[in-house]
Each structure stands twice: as structure tokens, then as C-alpha cells.
């Protein structure tokens, strides 16, 4: 699971992306990427269901994997949203400064996530 954590939580903020424009200097979103990175890894490590689903698709076709992230979503509200809410300001800094912060190979999976 740590390529596709870490793909996808390379970088992020650490308040709410309502309150504030996100740093878009490097310094600014490597250190927001650590915050994320940070959450991301404690929520899973804490959430062994969820960590297992989303090292099972790492490993799994993308349609399989889509299906399989979806359906754990969908039985899994509270989880689903607490990571959202961990993955969110990501696409803050990608909408936002207009950089790429997830690695195209990992776009899909943060995609099921933040859309």
C-alpha cells in the first residue's frame, strides 16, 4: 500500500482549504505533503479494513479496483469521508497553483476519493 498511499497523498494542507488559499511555493507543498502523507498513514494504520482494501487494489486491474474502492466507500460512509476529508486539500493545491501533486499513475485512485 505505500505506493499508492504515498502517490496519492503526496502533498495537502493542514487547515481547511475554506479558510485558506493554500502556500503554492515548493516549500509550501512539501510541507503540506508531509501533513497528509502523516494523516494518511496513522488513519490507515488505525483503519486496518481500509488499509487492506486499498493495498488489494494497488495490486488489482484499475476496474477491478475502482469497483472494489467504491464498494467499500459505499459500506463504509464514515470511513469514506474521513479519508476524503484527509485527501481533500490535495485537490485544493492541484485546482488551486495549478500543479500536478498526485503522480498521473495514481490520479484514478484519488479520484475515487475526492470526487
Known amino acids: 500500500i505505500g505506493s499508492l498511499i504515498g502517490g496519492i497523498t503526496l502533498a495537502g494542507l493542514g487547515t481547511p482549504a475554506a479558510f485558506a488559499a493554500p502556500d503554492c511555493s515548493p ?6 505533503a508531509a501533513a497528509v502523507n502523516t ?21 488489482q486491474p484499475r476496474p477491478q479496483a475502482e469497483a472494489n474502492l467504491q464498494a467499500y466507500a459505499a459500506s463504509n460512509p464514515q470511513e469514506y469521508a474521513e479519508f476524503k476529508a ?3 486539500p490535495l485537490a485544493v493545491i ?22
Not at 94 to 115: E, I, K, R, S
Open 27 to 32: 516549500a509550501g507543498v512539501n510541507s503540506a
Open 39 to 59: 494523516q494518511a498513514q496513522a488513519y490507515l494504520m488505525s483503519h486496518p479494513a481500509a488499509n487492506k482494501v486499498l493495498m488489494t487494489a494497488s495490486l
Open 86 to 88: 484527509i485527501l481533500t
Open 94 to 115: 492541484q485546482n488551486q497553483c495549478g500543479v500536478a501533486v498526485v503522480p498521473p499513475q495514481f490520479q484514478w485512485a484519488f479520484d475515487q476519493f475526492v470526487n
